[in-house]
């Protein structure tokens, strides 16, 4: 199993092919149609990430010291920006997921400027939300 860095560094080497923004978008697009996604019962309250500008949620499972993510959103470009968050996160300790600096994932992928400050911002609260219920 690759460290949460080696898979950040993986997904910002498939970014890196990209010179145009717009090919990340579609790129980001393309991934979040492979996401599977949450059910209508998992879409509650509960599970929202607050501070997103669409609807998205996120849902955690514990497997011995390993955790598992499942996210969704309304919009396929932030159902692809969660796509990284669950490809990074998944099977991996708390400790892991509580070491990545969350304003600096989408920097580290390549994606940082590519990204409105809106999803940027909304992506830092689906990663401040995991990382802190993690510590509940």
Do not use: P
Request: aromatic content about 8%.
């Amino acid at each position: 199993m690759s460290s949460i860095i080696d898979t950040l560094n993986t997904i910002r080497d498939e970014f890196a092919i990209f010179n145009d923004s717009r090919d990340k978008y579609i790129f980001l697009v393309d991934l979040a149609k492979d996401l599977d996604g949450l059910s209508e019962k998992e879409k509650i309250e509960e599970n929202r990430i607050h501070g997103c500008t669409s609807q998205a949620w996120v849902t955690c499972k514990k497997n011995g010291e390993k955790y598992f993510f499942q996210m969704d959103s309304d919009a396929m470009i932030v159902k692809g920006l969660l796509s990284l968050i669950e490809r990074s996160f998944n099977d991996h300790t708390k400790e892991e997921i509580l070491d990545i600096d969350g304003s600096q994932f989408l920097e580290s992928v390549g994606l940082g400027h590519s990204i409105s400050s809106q999803r940027t911002n909304g992506f830092s609260n689906a990663i401040n939300k995991i990382q802190t219920e993690l510590l509940d």
